[in-house]
């Protein structure tokens, strides 16, 4: 642990009477060897980034560093400048530290000490763990109750268990600073909390030790109804991100996967279409992914040939093909067959028509029915955010950042009509709440409200659009089915 680089980073705006106090408060005997300090003043208009300096030749064996930004950056702002020195620098830890002397320097080893011992990625000072501590230290009543209020509601939305959202004394391991956005975090006060749902998307370990209250005369720049307000938005809007309804380019953490394998064991495109296929049955299934829809049929005693750029994970296929549905041609040798599933794949194709072009003249066959699924752009959240100004691209649901085209009701049924297909059925499929939320009663009770809603109005509330289609035979077969039948009737043969 002794080998490890740390930064003991403050923040400081108009802390001309306190930033004094604080360095000379910093145990530099309990901090491992070379630990160094990073003072950046936010563009003060008193003496703070002087009185810093004053300290330089007396901090012992810290090292101390003062920055003053020319343009005032902002709470959140000011963090980002120390940890994008953090991670240049090459140090393993860096602890946040306030220069208004609100939070206790003595306790910078136990905050660092999770981070350097290996156990987490952040560690948290909290008031908050000590029954009582936080009003005994003077924290006013209001913003007692405010903090409570607050960071359960936090807890909940993002599926939490931290005692204190909104304590800004905390360390961070670098490593794990180099793995989150935080350079797209606001540079206001609600930062502190956008960088906890970062790690905690990112799942990265959060520990928190207990620190002591105080309340002393520095002034409170911050307005609780509106810091209040942006912390729950900026939970809520990562909860809608990870549930594809919302994107924030924030929130899109490096390593957060994004799930694509079979929607099962609830309405969605992949069980109406399996519910579809009678047992016995032989299936082209045209982009077939993890295969679990393959396995699917599979158990109903169904023959199943897949075709896809990548290996399936499940085993379910008679045949499989490698290869692109973007292709030129279909591998030699394919159909008959019963039916055809091209399941969310058509919306990530340059030209859905070609491709339905080229399925029409490879696997044309009177019987076989064709089942396609993609999602709607007309669903009513995409709808509310046009309203809203926002049409924001993510890494799943409508707006994937890998769609290419976009359909609506008419849309999908104009291009599969003219495609020489006959649309037999047509419906609305529900939000996938379960993938987004488990399969407990919320997501329950929201798919039961989406279906309901569907009955009422599919184009605005269907999260997919679901088709059956026939084949309508090419022209080529047209036109020798009328020769043949003419020559039936006696007419001469041409």
Known sequence: MTDKKVLIFIVAYHAESTIAQVLERIPADALPPGTDVLVIDDESSDRTFEEALRRRETLGPLHLTVLSNPVNQGYGGNQKLGYRYAIEHGYDAVALLHGDAQYAPEKLPELIGPILRGEAEACFGSRMLERGGALRGGMPLYKYIGNRILTGLENRLLGMHLSE?????????????????????TNDFHFDTEIIIQFHLRHFRIAEVPIPTFYGDEVCRVNGCVYGWHVIMAAL?????????????????????????????????????????????????????????????????????????????????AAFYRQSLEAPAFPAGLGPYDFILVLDRLEHLASPEDFLMRVRRSFYAAH?????????????????????????????????????????????????????????????????????LGGGRLSRALLALNRLLIAVSARWFAYQIYVEAAFVPPLDRLLARTVEASRDRGAPGS
């Open 237 to 317: 809007a990562s909860r809608l991100h990870g549930m594809g309804l919302f994107f924030r380019r924030k929130f899109d953490v490096a390593g957060d996967a994004v799930r694509r394998d079979a929607k099962l064991g609830y309405p969605s495109s992949h069980t109406l279409a399996i519910e579809a296929v009678p047992a016995g049955a032989s299936v082209l299934e045209l982009g077939c992914g993890s295969g679990s829809v393959a396995q699917a049929l599979k158990r109903k005693g169904c023959r199943v040939t897949g075709v896809d750029a990548g290996e399936p994970a499940q085993d379910g296929f």
């Open 165 to 185: 959202f909104h304590s800004g004394y905390r360390a961070y391991a670098v490593d794990a600073l180099r793995q989150v956005p935080f350079q797209y975090n």
């Open 368 to 436: 076989t029915t064709l089942i396609m699924t993609a999602p709607n752009v007309g669903f009513f959240m995409v709808r509310l955010g046009l309203l809203l100004g926002q049409f924001n691209y993510g890494r799943q649901g409508i707006l994937d950042l890998t769609h290419k085209r976009l359909f609506t009701f008419g849309s999908f049924r104009r291009t599969v009509e003219q495609e020489g297909y006959r649309v037999r059925r047509m419906r609305g499929i529900p939000a996938p709440f379960p993938k987004a």
